[in-house]
């Protein structure tokens, strides 16, 4: 390949060799004024949607706590909350995007349908606008970066802890256990078993699995982090409010992965120190992993009676734990 | 230079105005004439030719396309109530796992790669045929052997693999999936594996080395470009997925530990990360998606290629920034490479910020692509043939799946949304966009070409239609329900959360995506029993594969026009509408490889 190559400049050369019609000089005048308008139309165009777009984005920024949720949980945690904003920035940002480019596409399609039998104009470069449609994307691609760089450091942050919560999944079910008080709760698919944590605390998790990866999710907080063998994952989860929130297992992990439910009941830190102080003097509070995974033999074998009934058994909790101990907290 | 290397190696000398290939019926090379070979199943069974190959590629992935669309549908009716009961988890988990494993191993790719351009790339290239056709032979058997045995998995003992089509280690091992059914799908895999390495192999070999006189890389059509670089990203991704397959076949069998962290004491030592001798579950997902991310690519830049030739015809325009395609095409295919643990950001153990960016950066490329695509449009007479609709299809179902895929490429929304429904809309999106509207925008575009005959274009539209209204019924609600916390993978769900009503509107979409492909089996139908000449060319396409016959003869061409643009049949029926640059000027002349004298030269 020598020197640069263009279909135009080699277009007329071949052609002459093989005594075929001389093709018109590019700037033919039959083409000349549509390009002309192409060249110093659209480039309007576009900066005018930039400064819509940016005053969309402005009043939308304004009017503060008004942005809708797009369907996204706002989020229970501070984490979930930071991730919640990241997540309105970039809706605000992809819906702009998707109705440009849906908008060009269906101009395109009903503007230049074809109307007579004619040959358009054979426009195959435009340089300019290549290179604008080249280096803005890039600039918002690198402000879209910028804010989930920060927005990650702030949800993936692990500084401060005042509670700690050992949790380990396994096939199918959790295990909670809190290191500092020598309790444990744990449940197996249809137990619903419940995390129970102080709100308004640092609350670290120590995220682990007993046997295959499993996903610890749960949705009002905007958070999810797989349990894998090998692996022990850190994370904070710093509740605002107390409230139930339900969890499952997001990570394929076999044959009862749609059932392994589990709940986080965030309590006030007195109502968490009562449950605890319960906890120990309870004789029925521990178990461990591999009582539990007779457990879960057991109730895999007796399952196939309740698969009809997967919505109310789930409800249904019959914590190994005594987790419903706390009744409304 | 390059085109002293791409002779064919077959010629005949005076001819003028264009390169006069030898009719292979002649037998003047010495081979046997081609109604002297075998015929009816023997032909079939011993043919080397990439049309027949490419022919029965195409119709065993659409086969197996249509297999998993059903099992989608026994998804779908499980999943339409919260307690399902037309299947059992079982069952299931088998057919999520074959629905996945058929579409994106035995149809989105060879669909594309073994199918589509097995047929065209000769042809666009000016090529008798592959590069090597023996191997091409051997691709097509592999991959059909590899087909069967994945289906044989549902007649084993303990039912098919049913760990996802992603098989994480160690839910794959044989502790948690003893059976063979997760044999027999390793081993599938293995054979399509190398079978699409030998495609790759000769995808890239004909593109380097067999294009006609003239036919430069520059002057190549966008659709043999982003073969080009998907043979490569082939030969990048898919000896990494054979290799991890092999391994998982060695932890499964012969007692290794590369997947598994039996003897490790992780349990006992919170806070330890990585306890010393023990295998690595993540180091199956390491493996799998440095596979698996350039396999996306795989699967999509073959039907970006597609739309990029389709587009281009329907709207009597060159393709607008060729290069700048190019280009494109070869970011997204080097970025991919960087991107593998976006599918990871909630394993707690890869660098965010990288693969966050690196993600995000596609952005770049595909949007270059859209603008390009659009560019195209604008200003062009655009006419709605089947082929166009399914591309306009093609472009509205990619933005929506892009723009979500930009989403998800931060890694704190990807926390929340990673493994719900949210994802399962996002890739359907993406895939269903590219491998079914862009995939059957080439069927209904190249059809007349392959058979010589037209298919309904009445029918076509209906087809059209009812797929899209279809698809956005389908896929639309699971990205509500997903971010409403609804996981991937469950065979069931709580009947108080609210899901049932998205769950029930994705099921009709799904029927009615159904229908449609019920539509194509018609017209597929009438074509043959009521056929309608198709003609040489009836799109007035652009590239070399509109000037040979439909179908092609043996060797595909008896005579080329002279190539001088990556438009060779539009310049030679066009010749007054050569493609204009507006910008700053080209430089003017012959090239200096002589490409204007050599042409006029018989090759050979």
């Given amino acids: 390949m020598a020197g640069p190559v263009t279909p135009t400049s080699n277009f007329s050369a071949g052609f002459d060799s093989v005594g075929a019609v001389e093709p018109p000089e590019p700037d033919a005048p039959s083409a000349r004024p549509i390009t002309g308008l192409n060249r110093h139309r659209l480039p309007k165009l576009r900066s005018r949607w930039w400064v819509a777009g940016a005053a969309a984005a402005a009043g939308l920024a304004l009017t503060g706590c008004q942005i809708p949720s797009f369907g996204a949980y706002r989020g229970d945690t501070t984490q979930g909350q930071d991730a919640f904003k990241l997540w309105q920035g970039f809706f605000i940002a992809g819906a702009a995007v998707f109705l440009l480019v849906f908008f060009l596409i269906i101009w395109a399609v009903i503007r230049y349908r074809r109307r007579a039998n004619t040959i358009p104009a054979q426009t195959q470069y435009h340089t300019l606008f290549e290179i604008v449609y080249t280096v803005v994307p890039v600039i918002f691609v690198l402000i879209l970066f910028g804010f989930t760089f920060v927005t990650e450091n702030e949800v993936d942050a692990v500084t401060t802890k005042q509670v700690t919560v050992n949790v380990t999944a396994f096939q199918w079910g959790w295990e909670f256990q809190y290191p500092n008080y020598d309790v444990k709760v744990l449940g197996v698919e249809t137990q619903n078993p419940a995390m129970v944590i102080p709100a308004n605390q640092q609350v670290r998790i120590y995220l682990r699995s007993a046997d295959v990866v499993h996903g610890f999710y749960v949705p009002q907080f905007n958070f999810s982090r797989y349990a894998q063998p090998g692996v022990t994952n850190q994370f904070n989860l710093d509740v605002i409010h107390p409230g139930t929130y339900r969890g499952q297992c997001t990570q394929f992990c076999g044959l009862y992965h749609s059932l392994m439910f589990f709940q986080v009941k965030a309590v006030t830190p007195d109502q968490f120190h009562a449950w605890i102080e319960h906890q120990q003097s309870s004789t029925t509070t521990s178990g461990t992993v591999g009582q539990a995974k007779k457990h879960a033999g057991s109730a895999s074998a007796g399952y196939g009676t309740a698969t009809t009934t997967v919505g109310t058994t789930v409800r249904t909790t019959t914590s190994v734990g005594s987790a419903t101990t706390l009744g409304g907290a | ?604």
Avoid at chain 2, 151 to 166: E, P, S
Avoid at chain 2, 234 to 241: G, R, S, Y
Avoid at chain 2, 384 to 390: A, G, H, I, V
């Fill in chain 2, 1 to 604: 230079m390059m085109t002293d290397v791409i002779n064919p190696p077959i010629t005949v000398p005076g001819s003028a105005g264009g390169i006069r290939v030898p009719d292979v019926h002649d037998g003047h090379d010495g081979r046997p004439h081609e109604h002297h070979g075998p015929s009816g199943i023997l032909k079939w069974l011993t043919t080397t030719d990439h049309k027949i190959i490419g022919l029965s590629y195409m119709i065993t992935s659409l086969a197996l396309f249509y297999v998993a669309g059903i099992m989608a549908l026994g998804i779908r009716v499980q999943l339409a109530t919260p307690d399902g009961s037309f299947v059992s988890f079982q069952q299931y988990n088998e057919l999520f796992t074959m629905h996945g494993s058929l579409m994106l191993y035995l149809f989105a790719g060879p669909f594309a790669f073994g199918g589509l351009a097995n047929y065209i790339i000769p042809l666009q290239v000016g090529a008798p045929d592959m590069a090597f056709p023996r191997l091409n032979a051997l691709s097509y058997w592999l991959y059909l052997t590899g087909s069967i045995t994945m289906l044989l998995g549902f007649i084993v003992a303990g039912g098919a693999a049913d760990f996802g089509w992603v098989a994480y280690a160690p839910l794959s091992s044989s502790i948690f999936t003893p059976g063979a059914g997760a044999d027999v799908w390793i081993m599938a895999l293995a054979l399509t594996g190398f079978s699409a390495i030998f495609t790759g192999v000769n995808l890239v070999g004909t593109i380097f080395y067999l294009r006609a006189p003239g036919m430069t890389m520059f002057r190549m059509p966008i659709f043999t470009w982003n073969m080009l670089v998907t043979g490569i990203l082939i030969l990048i991704a898919f000896p990494v997925l054979t290799s991890a397959l092999i391994m998982l076949f060695c932890d499964r069998h012969f007692g290794t530990h590369i997947y598994d962290v039996v003897g490790c004491t992780t349990l006992a030592n919170p806070g330890v990360t990585t306890p010393s001798a023990c295998g690595s579950p993540v180091l199956w997902q390491n493996l799998f998606w440095f596979f698996g991310h350039p396999e996306v690519y795989i699967l999509a830049l073959p039907y970006f290629g597609i739309a990029t030739e389709i587009i281009p015809v329907f709207s009597r325009k060159p393709v607008f920034g060729y290069k700048g395609m190019v280009f494109a095409t070869m970011s997204i295919a080097a970025l991919s490479t960087g991107v593998w643990a976006h599918h990871m950001f909630t394993t707690g153990v890869v660098l965010l910020p990288f693969f966050s960016l690196l993600s995000l950066l596609i952005a770049v490329p595909t949007g270059i692509k859209f603008f390009n695509w659009i560019g195209t449009m604008w200003r062009g007479q655009l006419q709605f043939k089947t082929p166009m609709l399914f591309c306009i299809g093609f472009l509205l179902a990619f933005l929506m799946g892009g723009v979500t895929g930009v989403m998800l490429a931060a890694p704190p929304i990807d926390f929340f949304t990673h493994d719900t429904y949210f994802v399962v809309a996002h890739f359907h999106q993406v895939l269903f966009g590219t491998a079914v509207f862009a995939g059957f925008a080439g069927l209904y575009f190249w059809y007349p070409k392959m058979f010589g005959r037209m298919l309904n274009d009445h029918l076509g539209k209906w087809h059209f239609w009812l797929m899209f209204i279809g698809f956005w019924v389908t896929f639309m609600p699971q990205y509500i329900v997903g971010l409403k916390g609804m996981p991937r993978r469950v065979a069931t769900y709580p009947s108080d959360l609210g899901w049932q009503g998205y769950n029930i509107i994705s099921t009709v979409g799904a029927f009615i995506i159904a229908a449609s492909f019920a539509v194509l089996l018609v017209n597929l139908w009438i074509s043959w029993r009521r056929p309608v000449p198709a003609g040489d060319n009836p799109w007035d396409g652009h590239a070399l594969e509109w000037f040979t016959t439909s179908p092609p003869p043996h060797h595909n061409f008896t005579h080329l026009p002279p190539i001088r643009s990556e438009r060779p049949t539009w310049d030679y029926n066009h010749p007054d509408h050569p493609a204009l640059h507006h910008g700053p000027k080209p430089p003017s002349g012959p090239r200096g490889d002589g490409g204007g004298e050599r042409e006029r030269v018989p090759v050979g």
